[in-house]
């Protein structure tokens, strides 16, 4: 392969590649990359060695050196750095000045030969044994490949209707050639709605669900063009600022309030309008004027593509939108007019159905800011259809003309099972190594013995040092934490918000020792406890939080501390209990469950349990939580899961704990850390961390700090959590840390 040679310069205190500033580089494995500095520019200010690494300015990541040589000093003859990308390469890296910050700019690795896939935060972990499905096959160099599935049929059957939102919240109105009705789309099922003040068809429209949405343009009559624009508020239509020009035909992408429409009827017209929530203003023209195109429905107003339509005859071309001008790119495979689409940028889109000579068409195709692949064909042919959809990922298509009327709805996503031996142009390399998430539309790496990969890392210092304490919230930047031990009153309450700890409203009874909590900074719960020393015993006492103040409300049937659970204001389960009778009393087995008014005695769990982690889901804590270690002599490991009416026991952690902490979506997916191990006063702490995939449990990242009883965020996914205060072996802390499952770590794997 080609050795390719950057020169590199410096001006304004940035890293200019090729003269451009900061500019991001793309790079095909099998290729050499040397970056020249033997500019005198980048000699000044003490020198600027230009290196690479996985963050910017190499902040929390070390210098990446993979394939990588250096020679000479910056700004003398034969200075330079040489990269070898192989598909084995970290595919998002950063060039930056190994003296100087703020210089740098991207270095992706990706083309031919590989597969890119995404991780997302915050999704469950799939056994690769038990639930093969995820492990779909990819086409090659695609990792969208998927299929249309027919779900149910619209209320009225008709070509040229419009819509706009996702595969689970859509609003359609409109049709061939001209009439009133709308329709909304919960993701199962069509209902009829109010009607639109003007009728028309093959209008546009953008907006981000059933409930927001511009529906602009259109004909209301054959031959008679319309400038109109109608929002919805998820009740009714309301006339609102017109286009300049009449239109329709169009395409479109962007929100309620903020779109960009272009070109279509009247031809040929390559007009562009953007819209900003209030008015219609022309900007810049597109390069090929058509009528009868698409748009990628999901993308910002200043990121987009448009592509295919119809001149004189069927056209394939595509251009992108980067919020100033437009640039054409590749071109589909099969040219057409009158199709669907959507997509969430100008990097990613697909294409659908459509016309072309002789008619309509089932062909789909997906985009990936490079090229188009063909992909599965959509179930019924057809044209002038209504879509909707925000990734080449997640699509919707329904209505539209074969030439007949139709209500058929079709959804796009991801399938398929890898063959044993795969399909021309298909890989099943990703086995092993990603999964595939069909709710978010992407694939997320995890580690070779199944776990998500992510960190730790430092996050704020609460004002008190505390540990035993009330804590609950949604994620690691959404957390309340009440008083603890040893704390100077009580009922000091904080609140974090992804930055500092703020101290706010003081519970109405002082109270320590682990009482329950959950629900969210908006709304919440805590109950038990013990009031703080020297006074003695438990306490039944139970207050809720609006977001503002706490209010005493029914309390728990026995008075109880180092009790765990999860739950809102409204719904919530308490687990384990240490008590009743004066301290130090003893572990227990109670459960009860909290329906926003009262307390209600559940079954109880196989073992005592005190001061343990729970994990479950906010919305139903009745029906779906896991309750692991506590003090369940002699091990501290066991665990049990809860289904709304009885417990299970399931596989123990690997780590013997009390005092830790956990979150999680439902009890197959979560995530525990920290706590004690066995031993007179709870004997060492520890920082392990485990995640939970509905089997088993395996060892991640550890935190920083190993601590017990310490608090946290407990409603939220287990890939964004909080670990909050505690105690070491010799102090009390403050401290807090994050949690988070890499966010959009990309993983190169090789397609041969």
């Not at 389960?573 to 009743?580: D, E, I, K, R, T």
Request: hydrophobic letters at 30%; one cysteine or more.
């Amino acid at each position: 392969m080609a050795t390719i040679t950057i020169t590199v310069t410096v001006a304004g205190g940035k890293f200019l590649l090729d003269g451009v500033s900061q500019a991001t580089y793309s790079a095909t494995p099998g290729n050499t990359y040397k970056f020249d500095q033997a500019d005198a520019s980048n000699g000044a200010g003490g020198g600027h060695p230009l290196r690479l690494a996985t963050a910017a300015d190499a902040a929390g990541s070390t210098e990446y050196t993979t394939g990588v040589t250096t020679n000479g000093s910056p700004g003398s003859a034969g200075a330079y750095t040489q990269i070898v990308v192989t598909a084995t390469t970290v595919q998002a890296l950063h060039y930056y000045c190994s003296n100087h910050t703020g210089m740098g700019g991207l270095f992706n690795v990706g083309g031919t030969g590989t597969v890119q896939y995404q991780e997302r935060e915050g999704f469950a972990v799939q056994n690769k044994s038990t639930d093969p499905t995820p492990y779909a096959q990819a086409l090659l160099d695609n990792p969208y490949a998927g299929s249309w599935t027919t779900l149910a049929v619209m209320n009225s059957s008709t070509g040229g209707v419009s819509g706009s939102g996702t595969t689970t919240a859509t609003v359609a109105a409109g049709g061939y050639p001209a009439n009133d009705r709308a329709e909304t789309w919960n993701g199962s099922s069509w209902t009829e709605v109010n009607e639109l003040n003007t009728a028309r068809g093959n209008a546009g429209a953008t907006g981000t669900g059933s409930t927001a949405s511009v529906l602009f343009g259109g004909r209301t009559a054959p031959g008679a063009l319309s400038a109109l624009n109608e929002s919805w508020n998820g009740s009714n239509w309301t006339e609102v600022g017109d286009l300049n020009t009449a239109s329709r035909q169009m395409a479109y992408f962007g929100t309620q309030t903020a779109a960009i429409k272009a070109d279509g009827i009247p031809y040929p017209t390559n007009s562009v309008e953007s819209w900003n929530g209030s008015a219609w203003t022309e900007t810049s023209e597109n390069n090929t004027a058509r009528q009868s195109l698409a748009g990628s429905t999901g993308s910002p107003s200043s990121n987009g593509i448009i592509f295919a339509g119809y001149t004189t005859t069927y056209v394939a071309n595509a251009e992108t939108w980067n919020g100033s001008s437009w640039t054409e790119t590749g071109d589909l495979n099969t040219a057409r007019g009158e199709l669907g689409g959507a997509g969430s940028s100008s990097t990613n889109a697909i294409g659908y159905a459509g016309e072309t000579s002789p008619g309509a068409m089932t062909q789909t195709e997906s985009w990936d800011g490079s090229s188009w692949s063909e992909v599965n064909e959509v179930n019924t042919a057809r044209y002038q259809v209504g879509y909707s959809g925000s990734s080449n990922a997640s699509a919707l298509l329904f209505g539209g003309l074969t030439p007949s009327a139709t209500n058929a709805t079709e959804q796009w996503a991801f399938s398929g099972l890898p063959p044993s031996t795969p399909a021309v142009g298909y890989s099943d390399a990703i086995v092993g190594d990603m999964y595939y998430n069909t709710m978010s539309g992407v694939f997320k790496s995890i580690n070779a013995g199944g776990a998500p990969i992510g960190s730790w890392s430092s996050g704020g210092t609460m004002n008190t040092a505390r540990a035993a304490m009330n804590s609950f919230g949604a994620s690691k930047d959404s957390a309340i934490v009440g008083n603890g031990f040893p704390g100077p009153t009580g009922n000091v309450v904080e609140q974090y918000n992804g930055t500092t700890w703020t101290e706010i409203a003081e519970y109405n009874t002082s109270r320590a020792g682990s009482p329950f909590g959950g629900g969210t900074v908006a709304a919440g719960i805590v109950a038990g406890g013990q009031p703080m020393p020297p006074a003695t015993g438990v306490v039944a006492n139970t207050e809720s939080w609006n977001g503002s103040a706490w209010s005493e409300v029914n309390d728990l049937p026995n008075a109880r501390t180092y009790n765990f659970g999860t739950g809102t204001s409204t719904a919530a389960l308490s687990v384990g209990n240490y008590g009743p009778g004066p301290q130090p009393g003893s572990p227990g087995t109670e459960v009860a469950s909290w329906d926003g008014t009262n307390w209600t005695e559940v079954a109880e769990t196989n073992d005592k349990r005190r001061a343990g982690q729970g994990q479950g889901s906010a919305g139903s804590p009745y029906t779906d939580f896991i309750a692991s270690g506590g003090e369940i002599p002699p091990g501290y490991v066991g665990c049990e899961t809860w289904n709304g009416t009885s417990w299970t026991e399931v596989a123990n952690n690997n780590q013997s704990r009390y005092g830790g902490f956990g979150s999680g979506a439902s009890s197959t997916s979560a995530i525990i850390y920290g706590g004690g191990a066995p031993g007179p006063g709870g004997g060492p702490r520890n920082a392990e961390t485990e995640v939970w995939d509905g089997t088993s449990w395996t060892e991640i990242g550890d935190m920083a700090t190993a601590r017990a009883n310490i608090g946290g965020s407990n409603s939220g996914s287990g890939g964004n959590a909080l670990a909050a205060g505690g105690e070491t072996t010799t102090a009390y802390t403050g401290i807090s840390e994050e949690w988070s499952a890499a966010d959009f770590q990309i993983k190169t794997v090789t397609t041969s």
